[in-house]
């Protein structure tokens, strides 16, 4: 792409890439107004997009197909054992997604996108790597706020608030949980989730983020 209507600076190249390298070039169909076919000399295909007739300043572009690229990556057999995916799957059904593992902490990933994630992963810093599920030590599971947030969330085990006690959750506060089971719950208002409490029995533990909790008292007022 270039910024140039310039013949030298756009067909010439082309005709230049096509006769330094084995490509293809690529033609564009369905093209918007504005936007005008030409031709080089190779036969590569060019696309100017002309400033009177587009949004924008006006620029040239051309696509082509490396003929001797590497072959499409494949991503390598997984490390996460059964039993760990298994654990993972009492929370979320994870078949069109794929576990990766990062020390303690594990997350959810497109399978589509696994290749590439560990083709990159050794040479690039990693800021998202999709869905947090939360960490696994030794058999202990303690999920992350973020997997509460997934839309796609399939957890059963829920407790429903009322709105006093979703702004004490949301508080960090902790309290009585109406009738539950020991464990994890996905604590909701008006059914929409909040995050994770565990109950203990004898109490409850609040697992809302800390520097997400609510710092006003009178919220109401």
Known sequence: MTCSLSQAENEDMLDFLMESFDLTPLKIDHLFQGIIETRSATGAYGYRLMPHMVQGE?????????????????????????????????FLKTEALQLIQKEDDFYAISAAHLAFYQQTQRTY??????IALGKMIRKDIIPDHELAMYQAIEFQERVEFDLKQALMYLKKDTFVLPETSKGWHLASFQGLPLGWVKNLGNRMNNYYPSNYRILKQNILT
Do not use: V
């Not at 590497?70 to 995916?85: F, P, R």
């Open 58 to 90: 006006g620029f040239f572009l051309a696509c082509f197909r490396k003929n001797n690229g590497q072959a499409m990556l494949q991503a390598s057999k997984s490390k996460i054992s059964h039993t760990q995916e298994g654990a993972w799957n009492y």
């Open 125 to 130: 810093k990693w800021i998202k790597r999709g």
